[in-house]
């Protein structure tokens, strides 16, 4: 006969059904939060029902009640006439028809209690675990029980026994449904009274793990109205809530309406001036997914409603990982790296004509052709930039951001793109045109043109210049690309060039059309003078940023380029492994073209690294199981394996007998900054053979991390291996 639906605030759905008797039935379904507050005071079902709930809620179970109540004939005519009049309101619709619903959803008789499995889908876990790990903190904004919530956060890693969870919750509010003025009293006093138990909860929790670390907030959705209303109050200052959440490592907010989602996000976003994600798959989640910076929706069996309204849609959570993790972090590079270099070449181009109308004397002569000024931006210097936007990457594989999600980081704190680094490349940009106007004029002056003997003009020397601008904002980029793949390489040889023939073409077109620039092409090359004017510059002007860039990887090198580093040693154990021998065929089904496959990469990453992160303590480890397993002076090794570690002397030396039928052994030495680092060294054994370490000569000793302050040696013998760290 009649709906009342679910919105951002009611937690609850009612209908009015006409029974075949002609009764009229109101029946809600809802959270049990709210369908409690509406039952009758006599209910004989309140306080079993209440049992089961929590028997289903530590199960994990989604849970929903079911309550119901009879209408008279008059009582729903007059209300329907009231609902309708509000149904169809222009103005406050949402408020008139809440008000209207609650002047029925009352005096419920209870019938029972649902309870549904929500299986989590495949990689929630991990994905929650990577995210976790990438420093990013996490809050579960949900509408189930508490219990529910926190077996669920449980299960997919959010949460764990090694954790101190903080719960603040309040019980159930009284339902009163009564114009007496005296309850009205009673109820502002009982919401004051509630506000203050919230605080103290919240600032008891701060002070008792003020010096912890590990810790987690599980919050109920009647705590969280007040807890908002206090960070409201604060102001931009942070409330209780914002205080004590930033040191918690996970946030579960449960029974929270799609309103107060909402609320948190913006709170969040807005107190602690962060970037946000929210990431949903129903109805009740689009509120929150337009707060947020970034939406994401998931298309499954809650409709569309949140992938319509959303930045970017997945089909499982688990995509969320390579959403952040991987493209998030390779998108924010590439996004920083097309900002500095176009602000990079255009100061260079442009900071020349304002040189040139200084020389000039401001005397308004353009020092550019008109033609080449317009195809700057457009054909010279827009390839290489647009495919290194497209495809330059840090590290080859996605499997090694999967292994140290910790390198997503980097773009928390902004690395890519920081006010020291754009200034860095303004002044490199200030330095090049400098160098690019002043070098040819100073080489050009008083010079004269071979062939005819004529002194060299404004626009040989606007030809030159133009020459140097252009190769050297190509190499520039070229010089930061970390991913050459063949289109990268082809296209930037083909941008370097694209002067050379435009310049053909063009100066040899009729000389009304190109004036100045008739033939100019043909006077330049061939002077000896014009070679060596753009090999100077481009060499000077190339220096600083090449010996900026060779020093920092050298001496300080970032986590992302000691990691690549690391990537780069697997890809050659790989290929050093399967290299087949002049007789031998590859196998059916190997990629005959010698590329190492994302998957080939990923299992031998994880056959060799083990944990997905890098061992973060001082000593030096050595695997030799298969999958690895460290070995401490205190373990116990397995039988065909022997570890001596030297405490004197810091030397570590394992000796492998010839049982098993193939031994790896990876070295990691301690690097700078207390971070340990992959050496590129694998030590392995075929049944009845001599030990072979790759790239390492027996009976040798090499220095493998020339590192400051830090030494790490290897020494290879006739049956065994021996690293020694100072």
Sequence with gaps: VSTQSTWATRKRMSAVIKTPQGQLMLMCKGADSVIYERLTRDCPERESTREH???????????????????????????????????TSTVNREEKLEVIAEEVEKEFTLLGATAIEDKLQVGVPDTIAKLSSANIQIWVLTGDKVETAINIAMACNLLDISMTIEKVSLPDPPYIATDDARYELLLRKSDEERNEMVKKQ?????????????????????????????????????????????????????????????????????????TTLAIGDGANDVSMIKEAHIGVGISGKEGVQAVAASDYAVAQFRYLQQLVIIHGRWDFQRVSLVILYFFYKNIVFAMVSFLYGIHSGFSGVN???????????????????????LCDKDVVFQSTLHHFPSLYMDVQCGRDFTGRRFFYWMIDAIWCSLMVYWIPVLIFDSKTLDQDSKDIGKWELSFTVFACCHTICNLRLALITKTWTLPTAVLTALSILSYWVFSAIF??????????????????????????????????????????????RLLVPTKSQRIAKFEASVIRGIEMERKPSKAQIVPEGKNKMGLITEEEFSSYLDEF???????????????????????????????????????????????????APRRRTLIWGNATEGHSEFLGYSFSQEPGASPEVQMCSAG???????????????????????????
């Design 507 to 552: 100066c040899n077109l009729p000389l009304s059309f190109v004036k100045e620039m008739y033939e100019m092409f043909q006077k330049t090359f061939t002077l000896g003078i014009f070679w060596h004017t753009l090999f100077l510059t481009t060499i000077i002007c190339l220096i600083p940023p090449t010996v900026q860039f060779v020093l920092a």
């Design 202 to 274: 919240l600032v008891d929790s701060y002070e008792t793990n003020k010096n912890g670390h590990n810790l987690a907030l599980v919050i109920d959705g009647y705590s969280l109205e007040y807890a908002l209303h206090q960070e409201r109050d604060a102001g931009t200052s942070f409330g209780p809530l914002m205080t004590f959440t930033e040191k918690c490592k996970a946030v579960v907010c449960c029974r929270v309406s799609p309103k107060q989602k909402a609320d948190v996000v913006k709170q969040v976003r807005v107190k602690k001036n962060v």
């Design 367 to 389: 020092f550019w052709d008109d033609y080449y000024q317009s195809v700057w931006n457009v054909v010279f210097t827009s390839v290489p930039i647009l495919v290194v936007s």
């Design 609 to 659: 690294t083990g944990p997905s992160k890098m061992p973060s303590t001082n000593s030096v480890k050595i695997f030799v199981n298969s999958p690895p397993k460290p070995l401490t002076a205190s373990s116990v090794p397995d039988s065909t394996s022997k570890l001596t570690i030297n405490e004197e002397t810091k030397s570590v030396s394992t000796q492998v007998s010839s049982i």
């Design 53 to 87: 709930l929590r028997d289903f809620a530590n199960e994990g179970l989604r849970t929903l009640c079911l309550a119901q109540r009879e209408m008279g004939l008059k009582e729903y005519q007059d209300w329907n006439q009231r609902y309708l009049e509000a149904f």
């Design 700 to 726: 040798t000793t090499h220095d493998l991390t020339r590192k400051r302050s830090t030494k790490t040696f290897i020494k290879t013998h006739d049956d065994f291996l021996a690293v020694e760290h100072t």
